[in-house]
């Protein structure tokens, strides 16, 4: 530690504007660093992402990043010390002379201080891949390792897209479903999907789930017909993808459900139902009427309760928001003769519905829109009719 902060603290007699640039690569990417000196003192440095490089020299993408970075940059120093020898450096230092106004030189230290300061950059580009090489590979780890994990599991060839369904309600009252979609272990979110269920009326899961299944998944094939009928190639929305794996938010009865609503459809897709234990954790799968257990510290089991948790989230923000809708509206709307316009006329003035309950018939009366006989309606409302 005590070495590399020496080398950092560089000073210059020559007392210079300089930039030193180096760059590390792998296969596929390279970090371009850059040292800025001013007045010979090493005030910054910044790293740059290359991507795409597989098929060029370092020389290439040395030269490519010279181009780029100065094209842009408001400052150019006096000197470029380079790591690599470059193509065309006259034309080059011509060309960033133009740009600062005075002579520039591009050079590739050999020796001395110079030398290890180019070094110092190239190791700090090793440092800087080094490190985004070990996020990618956490990140693929938690969604494409993950996705491989389940497969593995339920010994599927693929798993890219994901749809896991869930169904909110307190006690019947408003059944809504949710639909999110994960492609290769990632959430999606322009294809999530919110169904307000038409044909339950009271608390039945199993039937909601049945009601937005089928939707889902007629959708899907009538959108897919449309698209063929005109010849077209590209999706003509979400639902005409369809999922190589259905999540379903429990056990034996919800996959039974799906496999009954794509038994009636004609799909053949893989339904997996996520198990929960009498905590409402979740402790296993259930796959072609057995429970498969499952490593709940493995990346696959961790990705199964994120989609399960997006699920249930999704579906409660669409009930929480449809029943706050609701219930501005079964106050104000039970009262005979209000509807929207006299009901947003009433917001506007009172300000809150406690405000409204508070008022007699002859303060209701003064707001414009609200004559003396339906005043009297919302007073008689509020004062004769329990309201919770």
Same mark, same amino acid.
């Given at each position: 530690v005590k070495q590399v902060a020496q080398k950092q603290k560089i000073t210059d007699s020559e007392g210079e504007d300089k930039d030193v640039i180096?760059?590390?690569? *792998?296969? *596929? *990417?390279? #970090? @371009?660093? #850059? +040292? =800025?000196?001013? *007045? $010979?003192k090493l005030i910054g440095r910044e790293h740059f992402i290359m991507t795409g490089a597989s098929d060029c020299s370092k020389a290439q993408i040395l030269l490519d990043f010279v181009k780029q970075f100065y094209a842009g940059t408001p400052f150019v120093p006096r000197e470029l010390m380079l790591q690599e020898e470059i193509e065309d450096i006259p034309v080059l230092e011509q060309w960033l002379t133009a740009r600062r106004g005075s002579r520039v030189y591009i050079r590739v230290p050999r020796k001395g201080a110079k030398e290890k300061l180019v070094e110092l950059a190239a190791t700090n580009a090793s440092l800087v891949l080094s490190k985004d090489r070990e996020r990618i590979k956490r990140e693929e780890g938690r969604t494409i390792g993950a996705v491989k994990e389940i497969c593995a599991l339920l010994s599927l060839p693929a798993a890219n897209r994901m749809e896991a369904f869930d169904i909110s309600n307190i006690s019947g009252f408003e059944n809504v479903g949710s639909m999110v979609v994960y492609e &290769? $272990? &990632?959430? &999606?979110r322009s294809d999530y999907r919110k169904f307000k269920i038409k044909t339950v009326a009271g608390p039945d899961d199993y039937a909601c789930m049945k009601e937005v299944l089928t939707r889902r998944f007629t959708h899907g094939m009538e959108e897919a017909k449309e698209l063929s009928e005109k010849k077209m190639d590209q999706e003509f929305g979400s639902f005409t993808k369809f999922p190589d794996l259905l999540l379903m938010d429990g056990g034996k009865g919800q996959v039974n459900i799906a496999l009954e609503v794509l038994e009636e459809l004609h799909l053949s897709i893989p339904v997996c139902g996520m198990v929960k234990d009498d905590n409402h954790r979740t402790r296993g799968l259930y796959y072609q009427n057995e429970e498969i257990e499952i490593d709940t510290r493995s990346e696959g089991f961790k990705l199964i309760t994120r989609i399960q948790d997006e699920a249930h989230r999704f579906a409660i923000e669409y009930h929480r928001s449809l029943r706050s809708k609701d219930q501005v509206r079964s106050v104000l709307d039970g009262i005979p003769g209000v509807g929207p316009a006299r009901r947003k006329a009433l917001m506007r003035h009172f300000k809150s519905i406690e405000e409204i309950k508070k008022a007699d018939a002859e303060e209701l009366a003064r707001v414009p829109e609200i004559p003396a006989h339906i005043a009297e309606e919302i007073y008689? +409302? =509020?004062?004769?009719? @329990? #309201?919770?």
């Open positions: 180096a760059l590390a690569r *792998d296969e *596929d *990417d390279a #970090v @371009v660093q #850059v +040292f =800025f000196v001013r *007045d $010979g &290769k $272990g &990632k959430p &999606k008689s +409302f =509020f004062h004769h009719n @329990v #309201v919770e």
